[in-house]
């Protein structure tokens, strides 16, 4: 079965920098058009919607971002160790929340934002900023 696993995650002060991994395992070949495209970040705060902030083609370089974040966080990935990457870099305490790696078809690569095209989710892991 096909799993996302993060880790990387922790307590930090503001200002301070974190690097989120995701390593993917069990999915399906590379001949099987159900094979994700992208895999990318959301996160979540209690009571909020899922918001998507990073994705990359997996095996490509091409990235995308969220304009909130852009200047703060780089997505880039490892294809030999099946390992994307999320730096974390001036983390403020709005940036606390639980981080999720996701990974979908040609729909989650058009639409990074939209969490109901996400074919795969890792379990998450919890970022917490103090001031």
């Known amino acids: 079965a096909a799993r996302l696993v993060e880790s990387g995650g922790g307590s930090v002060q503001a200002g301070g920098a974190l690097r989120l991994s995701c390593t993917a395992s069990?999915?399906?070949?590379?001949?099987?058009?159900?094979?994700?495209?992208?895999m990318g970040w959301f996160r979540q705060v209690p009571g909020k919607e899922r918001e998507g902030l990073a994705r990359?083609?997996?095996?490509?370089?091409?990235?995308w971002v969220v304009y909130q974040v852009k200047d703060r966080f780089t997505i880039s990935q490892d294809s030999a160790k099946n390992t994307v990457y999320l730096q974390m870099n001036n983390l403020r305490p709005e940036d606390t929340a639980m981080y999720y790696c996701?990974?979908?078809?040609?729909?989650?690569?058009?639409?990074?934002?939209?969490?109901?095209?996400?074919?795969?989710w890792g379990q998450g892991i919890q970022v917490t900023v103090s001031p």
């Open positions: 069990g999915l399906p070949a590379r001949s099987n058009p159900n094979r994700p495209n992208c």
């Open positions: 990359i083609t997996v095996g490509g370089d091409n990235t």
């Open positions: 996701a990974a979908g078809g040609d729909d989650y690569c058009d639409l990074p934002l939209n969490r109901r095209v996400v074919n795969y």
